[in-house]
DNA sequence: CCGATTTACGTTAGCGCTTACATATTTCGA
DNA sequence: TCGAAATATGTAAGCGCTAACGTAAATCGG
């Protein structure tokens, strides 16, 4: 499913599919048992059934519906001889709804129907259902104490106010150069060997050989690196390149690779190129916009069991 | 939040709430940053922008929606002047989309505002964020697997195929009769001193005074309890009525109810009261249909800190 | 090779909901 | 006490989506 991959961004979609799935479920075990009722319905009808007759702005605010919602709704069930008007004596600008009889002998006639979706909705979800409403509820909680929006462009003033800054290696940074990129390797691939050596001692494996590391810093946060490795006199390999994943879309890997581009030019480097995975094709697609060349097959004596992508850059592409 | 309540009954409604939530605070970020784009074009945008040029049906089919939907959406994003329809050369029948340039700036510009929004979502949501995200993913992945219409109504046949019957105490019962209380006791209140004695040990505490306790079998399972003590000869208190919440609305209360009821007339009994909490608006309504009444104050020298309602039955009533 | 079926897509009608507006009634405050 | 503000509800227009239908193109099967 491709809205997954799109994790926090497609939250509302993902909702709704699901939402919809819960809706045609009911009404499809409703017709099918020949109950009276529409899943929609229910909110309303099991509100008035629990609470009595009740005004429509109280239904509007049980249910976290409009009163216009609710208003359009109430004529449906009057239409289906479920639902009754009756003005409010007391306060005439109210409308009380009120349950006919039918609704009552069909409401208590849906006991067993209700006992069947709650024993059918564990039997088909799990365990996954409990933690699915729990997540619900808890975010129901969470937004109205720090409503989403104004978090997010809180995070956006952030991010905007702070500078992006490329920096190279400095030994306080070590533990970031690990961090920074086993959170790919883990998520898409695994840590091999030879990247858990480099990764915990990049002093010996990139430095000394004559290699650069640069970092991303945005504030005060570390939020990518890029490695420029010196495989033989002139030939350069860049490797090691992972942007926070909270953190992408702001230019940071972009950056570190024209940094590393650069310094590789600052030391009259002959070749540059890069192993990778097709599956990271964004990154992929990046490199080719920086002026690496996808190459027809793996390189030769790869160093790495993931590389399926070989590419060199060509100066000025 | 009234819909809480009804729990798996109203998950449609809730996941839809919380949907238009994200919808809504997404397109209000896009509004304040001045992006050109809105909520519900994220997932087609963002495919494109990922896929390249794709399908009306590849698009659909990507982010769960109708060729109907993507085709009329598309109708928009041309307006808007986002994305181009093109003929497939190689396939008469099908529609490429294509994004424009315009779209493919927007999007790039696009990228530390996704940031926002993934770090603003968890700043504001913290782990439930994931947490939901998870539940989503697992409940999407199960529904596959087994729907859950089929489900319910493989429960709700189940239900109907098994006889209810209403049974007196048996020793091999004794933990139902504690499970079956504790359920509602902890959900609702808290198990006080005189509950756990009573619960550990029915067979002195409720039998041996003269008592009776009947329990409501449904095939196999227990799913209800219901105790008559015997206060003094004569009067004799309905208490420890408890039935399982999954099986709710087969009518098991009510059963057992008139068990009980029958049990006090068979023993020509006096006085039958009871004891309750107003927030348990269903069972008390159930003992009004029953024939108990309302009493003006609580019955003096109650054994429950939980008493608040007190109720004698009236006979024909 | 040609009719039947399938596939791809657009169009239309309709549903459920929202926003915006209109109307009637009540409440508030000087 | 009376006009302004607030409240309660209904109505209309519009949005996003679906289901159903229509049409054109491709594919299948004898």
């Given at each position: 499913m491709y809205l997954a991959s799109l994790g926090k961004l497609a939250l509302g979609s993902r909702l709704k599919a699901l939402s919809d799935h819960f809706y045609g479920a009911a009404d499809e075990v409703y017709r099918t048992l020949g109950a009276p009722i529409e899943s929609r319905w229910l909110p309303v009808l099991r509100y008035l059934w629990d609470s009595g007759p009740s005004t429509v702005t109280d239904v509007a605010k049980a249910i976290g519906q409009t009163h216009s919602a609710v208003s359009q709704l109430t004529d449906k069930l009057v239409r289906g001889g479920m639902v009754r008007r009756r003005r409010d004596l007391a306060d005439g600008r109210r409308t009380v709804l009120v349950l006919t009889d039918k609704a009552q002998d069909a409401l208590a006639a849906l006991g067993p129907t209700w006992c069947a979706v709650r024993r059918g909705v564990a039997a088909s979800l799990g365990e996954h259902a409990v933690r699915l409403l729990d997540a619900i509820a808890a975010c129901e909680r969470a937004l109205q104490d720090r409503p989403v929006a104004g978090s997010i462009l809180a995070e956006h003033a952030a991010i905007k106010a702070m500078p992006l800054e490329i920096v190279p290696y400095a030994p306080a940074l070590r533990e970031h150069f690990y961090r920074l990129n086993a959170q790919w390797l883990e998520r898409h691939f695994r840590i091999e060997d030879i990247d858990r050596a480099v990764l915990s001692d990049p002093e010996r494996h990139i430095l000394q050989p004559g290699g650069t590391i640069f970092f991303a810093r945005l504030g005060e946060e570390v939020i990518g690196t890029c490695a420029l490795l010196?495989?033989?006199?002139g030939v350069f390999e860049l490797t090691k390149m992972g942007v926070d994943e909270t953190f992408r879309g702001l230019g940071a890997g972009r950056r570190l690779l024209d940094a590393c581009i650069a310094e590789f030019h600052r030391r009259n480097g002959r070749t540059l190129f890069l192993e990778s995975n097709s599956r990271l094709a964004t990154a992929v697609r990046m490199y080719e916009r920086a002026g690496f060349v996808m190459q027809?097959?793996?390189?030769?004596?790869?160093?790495?069991?993931?590389?399926d992508v070989y590419m060199i850059y060509r100066q000025g592409a």
């Open positions: 010196q495989e033989s006199p027809p097959s793996v390189r030769p004596g790869s160093h790495y069991e993931r590389a």
